[in-house]
Nanobody, 116 residues
Framework: QVQLVESGGGLVQPGGSLRLSCAAS????????MGWYRQAPGKQREYVAA???????NYADSVKGRFTISSDNAKNTVYLQMNSLKPEDTAVYYC??????????WGQGTQVTVSS
C-alpha cells in the first residue's frame, strides 16, 4: 500500500523558515516526480514546486527565490525548505507523488501558519 507521510509544518513568524518533509513508502514502481501543493482556506489547491527523479526542479512564481525543493531518491523523500515566509504562505501543504506508470498519490497534508 502506497503511503506518503508529511511532517515539518507549524506556526512561524513572518520572515521565518520551515522545512517540510514527505516520505513515500510501499511503491513497487519507480517514482517519476514528487512535488508540493498548498491550499489556503477558501481557495483552490495550487502548485508550489516539484522535482523529477532526474533532479530537475520547478517552482511557482509566488515562491521562486524563497522556497527550495530537494529529494533523497534513496529514501524516497522530498523536502521543501521555505524561507522568508509570508502570511500569504499560510495553507495546508500537500505532497504529491507521480509514479512512472502514470498514477499519482497525495499525502494527508501538513498545516503551515505564518503569523505574528
Amino acid at each position: 500500500q502506497v503511503q506518503l507521510v508529511e511532517s515539518g509544518g507549524g506556526l512561524v513568524q513572518p520572515g521565518g523558515s520551515l522545512r517540510l518533509s514527505c516520505a513515500a513508502s510501499g511503491s513497487r514502481f519507480s517514482i517519476n516526480t514528487m512535488g508540493w501543493y498548498r491550499q489556503a482556506p477558501g481557495k483552490q489547491r495550487e502548485y508550489v514546486a516539484a522535482v523529477t527523479s532526474g533532479g530537475s526542479t520547478n517552482y511557482a512564481d509566488s515562491v521562486k527565490g524563497r522556497f527550495t525543493i530537494s529529494s533523497d531518491n534513496a529514501k524516497n523523500t522530498v523536502y521543501l525548505q521555505m524561507n522568508s515566509l509570508k502570511p500569504e504562505d499560510t495553507a495546508v501543504y500537500y505532497c504529491k507523488m507521480t509514479r512512472s506508470i502514470g498514477d499519482a498519490y497525495w499525502g494527508q497534508g501538513t498545516q503551515v501558519t505564518v503569523s505574528s
